[in-house]
């Protein structure tokens, strides 16, 4: 594949990536969030 060509490619969609990036920062911090609940609960000891 010709490096140009991909990165004229990836010059024509620098408009377009935050869009994908939004998404995939939200889950990211959903992933994280959900992970230290249940690693805090896991932790605590059981009453």
Do not use: C, H, I
Not at 4 to 16: C, G, R
Not at 24 to 38: D, N, R
């Amino acid at each position: 594949m010709n490096v140009t060509f991909a990165f004229n490619l990836v010059q024509a969609q620098s408009d377009v990536w935050p869009l994908y990036l939004t998404p995939l920062g939200v889950a990211l911090v959903a992933l994280a969030g959900v992970f230290l609940k249940f690693r805090e609960r896991r932790t605590r000891p059981p009453e």
